[in-house]
């Protein structure tokens, strides 16, 4: 079975309709996984008992001749933020090793109610704290496009899985670029919904006013057939936005023709590598050929983005991080004279470097006398900077930039020196803050066959504009 | 401003975090480093501008409520089990590093 050439589409019909078994789909993938995960390390913990429970589900449905649900038959895999009940949940760190959730997350519960099958986690940086899966405490996850390379993080190993083909589709999670940038590493494509699009009960939190959940797929399609099923209110999760979910399935082939996609110039100057600028450029070009207006804008704040996010993002993470202690659940260091030993011990132990370093910064901007200077300044220019997007949504209907200054990096290349790694989420950040969905699609690979991802950003609560115009890219890149 | 060991001390116990020497040695460079590239900030006149507090806030909201009542429609009748059913109790312990079958275990508390 080739599975390259699987969708969700063609998965479900071919297990509707008997073509194959759900059961065979997922022997085929968990035969690709033993074969091939050893060199990517895109997955922690395969789920397979689950995993054929429900495939066998799916079989006596299509046997029946019961009409499958929308993901019905569809293998997938999840980010190992998300919890996944009496499945080992790690978020990539040593401190929940071997902590088993009582409960799912909802958007594992709505993908398994739609039929899916979840094969098993995904390996990621540390609580989702990284830019390259390097984090992990337990591997790092290599570009299947290049192993001596990044999938880019955190959610390294749900791209990687896609780009892989050990999985139809993923889910992933983004706080600071991490489902665009991985998706623009290896070629595939990643969205990052509107935040409160998608409920976070389940997911571990990292920075609870930037965490999103959102899907990875080879197509645009077929992120839109995840988003539709995963999005919605969701009691569970406050944040969770009251707003109905469109077809976005339906909204894709709806006409760009008229749409005004703005180019903003901070995301086109120094630092931009060369390659990347040509291939985005072109792409846009492309937009304009199919009918779109192409029109300048300014987002002027941009360069205050990353200091903004590293202040908002690690007080946040401080503050999430405080629980694991060591008392109800995860690693507990041994030799304990004392319970503050125990707090302090625990975390130093069980916590990796970057995880500390976002830590004490989180900390520090947070402490007396530096809260000002520091936490509440940050808060005020990410009003700027949202202000900055809904001033040029004035103008325009989306916005278009590369998703990274670069493409896929080499594996310890930025290790040593964390301001280095920070500096390369300098387009994807500014949408976490304002809460406005993006997508990243390929449009394009290097002289060196790496690829190079076109963000598109929208509107709140506007994925279906984004969807549109990521797909009519798509669809000109495929027949040019 | 410039952060020295003891700063980076007394930020590890905020945090509840036992640096080794040569983390601390490390932390202080890496926090300097990153701190004085977040000083830029302060190019920024943010004197009249409202701090972003909650995200959520900015759409979907009904604005003409104030305080708690604008997320209402987040909230829900006070009732036992309203939501979802309580864990029972053996799962709530399950993952516990040390526990009986009532409590968590921890270290002593109080020392004497």
């Known amino acids: 079975m080739d599975l390259s050439t699987l969708n969700v589409d063609t998965a479900r019909e071919a297990v509707q309709l008997r073509k194959t078994t759900a059961m065979a789909l997922v022997e085929s993938f968990y035969e690709k996984i033993q074969k091939e995960d050893g060199l990517i390390g895109a997955y922690l913990t395969l789920c397979k008992e689950r995993a054929m429970a429900q495939a066998d589900r799916m079989d006596r449905m299509a046997a029946e001749g019961k009409t499958l649900p929308p993901l019905g038959g569809v293998p997938v895999a999840v980010k190992d933020v998300m919890c996944t009940a009496e499945v080992r949940t790690t978020a990539g760190s040593k401190v929940l090793g071997n902590f088993i959730p009582p409960y799912d997350s909802t958007a594992v519960a709505r993908l398994e109610a739609a039929g ?4 098993g986690k995904l390996n990621c940086d540390e609580f989702a704290m990284g830019s390259s899966n390097e984090n992990s405490a337990f591997h790092p996850v290599r570009n299947p496009r290049d192993p001596s390379r990044v999938p880019g993080g955190s959610s390294g190993g749900s791209a990687a899985a896609v780009a892989a083909d050990m999985a139809v589709v993923t889910l992933g999670s983004d706080t600071g670029g991490s489902i665009r940038q991985p998706a623009s590493f290896c070629g595939v494509v990643g969205m990052m919904p509107t935040y409160g699009r998608v409920s976070r009960y389940g997911l571990i939190a990292f920075a609870s006013s930037l965490d999103h959940i959102g899907p990875f797929a080879r197509n645009v399609k077929d992120a839109a057939t995840v988003l539709r099923t995963i999005a919605g209110r969701d009691p569970m999760d406050a944040t969770s936005a009251d707003i109905p979910v469109p077809d976005y399935v339906a909204e894709l082939d709806k006409p760009v023709r008229g749409l ?20 985005v450029e072109a792409a846009i070009q492309k937009l304009a050929q199919v009918g779109c207006e192409v029109i300048p804008v300014s987002l002027p704040h941009t360069e205050y983005a990353i200091p903004t996010y590293y202040i908002v993002a690690t007080a946040e993470a401080s503050s999430n991080l405080a629980r694991y202690d060591g008392v109800r659940y995860g690693y507990r260091a041994k030799n304990l004279r004392t319970l503050s030993d125990m707090y302090r011990r625990t975390r130093d132990e069980g916590f990796g470097a970057e995880v500390k370093r976002r830590i004490m910064l989180g900390t520090y901007v947070l402490s007396a006398g530096y809260y ?10 990410r009003t700027l900077l949202t202000r900055d997007f809904e001033e040029a949504f004035q103008k325009v209907d989306a916005i278009v930039t590369p998703t990274s200054p670069t493409a896929a990096f080499k594996l310890g290349e930025k290790a040593n020196d964390p301001l280095a790694m920070y500096l390369a989420d300098i387009y994807t950040v500014t949408a976490d803050l304002a809460g406005i969905p993006g997508i990243s699609v390929p449009c394009g690979e290097t002289r060196e066959k790496l690829p190079i991802g076109l963000q598109i950003l929208g509107r709140h609560f506007d994925e279906a504009t984004v969807l549109r115009l990521a797909h009519a890219h798509q669809q000109s890149a495929r027949a040019a | 401003m410039s952060v020295n060991e003891a700063d980076v001390r007394y930020v590890a116990d905020l945090a509840n975090l036992e640096l080794t020497e040569e983390e601390r040695a490390h932390m202080v460079r890496d926090l300097n480093s990153i701190l004085s590239y977040m000083g830029r900030l302060n190019e920024l006149n943010t004197e009249d501008v409202p701090p972003m507090a909650q995200v959520s806030e900015r759409f979907g909201v009904d604005t003409a409520k104030q305080g708690s009542e604008r997320f209402s429609y987040a909230s829900r009748e006070d009732v036992l089990e309203g939501l979802s ?7 709530a312990l399950a993952n516990a590093p040390d526990a009986d079958e009532n409590f968590f275990t921890v270290p002593k508390v109080i020392e004497r």
């Not at chain 1, 899916?116 to 094969?119: P, S, T």
């Not at chain 2, 059913?85 to 799962?91: A, G, V």
């Open chain 1, 116 to 119: 899916a099958i979840v094969l």
């Open chain 1, 260 to 279: 005004r996609v703005g180019m903003a110039k901070e995301y086109f100057g120094d630092g931009l590598d060369t390659e990347v600028r040509s291939a």
């Open chain 1, 372 to 381: 000002d200077a520091y936490y509440l300044k940050a808060q005020k220019v």
């Open chain 2, 85 to 91: 059913t309580s864990l029972p109790h053996e799962k």
